[in-house]
């Protein structure tokens, strides 16, 4: 079993523009990366709105979805994501569409792009928010996922054939749930 880790949790906003620079350049600078995990960024979205009310965790930490599994065999898996991101704050969860001990996949996902989330927790509703979905698109990465799903007859679609090919970037892929926070933001206004 992999060992949980922490790192230091990106600004939302940050975490985008860095995905879209890996997007655009293949390859970020030092200096850009860590400018990503400015914790000043923070305070400063606070100042701006005052009426915030939860922050991000200062730590994210990292676990794989069959670790969920064995920890917390019993519950399904959006229960499990409920339950250790209210321990830990936000959570990165990886491997997600991989077949487990069980037999069942964590989540349903695309096998040639969407492997990991970020999960936050939403104190005041109790909820697991899933702030970003991503993924790697990258030759021998997306050809094993498309194997592990039994889904080879992608590899014949042609985005698959020019990545395979090297006819188009390497890349690593996701997005912030602006639907998902939206959602959110809905549900948790107070009358």
């Not at 390859?27 to 960024?41: E, R």
């Not at 927790?121 to 970003?132: A, F, K, T, V, W």
């Amino acid at each position: 079993m992999a060992m949980l880790t922490q790192v230091s949790m990106p600004t939302l906003a940050c975490l985008d523009i860095f995905l879209g620079n890996c997007l655009n350049n293949r390859i970020i600078s030092h200096d850009a990366w860590l400018n990503c995990f400015d914790i000043d960024s923070m305070e400063k979205i606070f100042k701006a709105y005052p009426t915030l009310n939860q922050k991000l965790p200062d730590k994210i930490t990292f676990v794989i979805s069959q670790e969920f599994e064995d920890i917390y065999p019993e519950m399904i898996p959006k229960e499990r994501e409920r339950v250790y991101s209210k321990k830990h704050g936000a959570i990165f969860i990886t491997q997600i569409g991989k077949t487990l001990k069980s037999g069942n996949k964590h989540d349903g996902r695309a096998p040639d792009y969407d492997d990991w989330d970020i999960i936050f927790y939403n104190e005041l509703l109790d909820i697991r928010l899933e702030l970003s979905s991503l993924g790697i698109r990258v030759d021998e990465a997306m050809e094993r996922q498309l194997t592990l799903s039994g889904q080879e007859k992608r590899n014949q679609f042609d985005f698959h054939r020019r990545l395979l090919n090297c006819g188009l970037p390497y890349t690593v892929d996701g997005g912030i749930g602006q639907s998902r926070l939206s959602l959110d933001s809905r549900g948790s206004r107070k009358c």
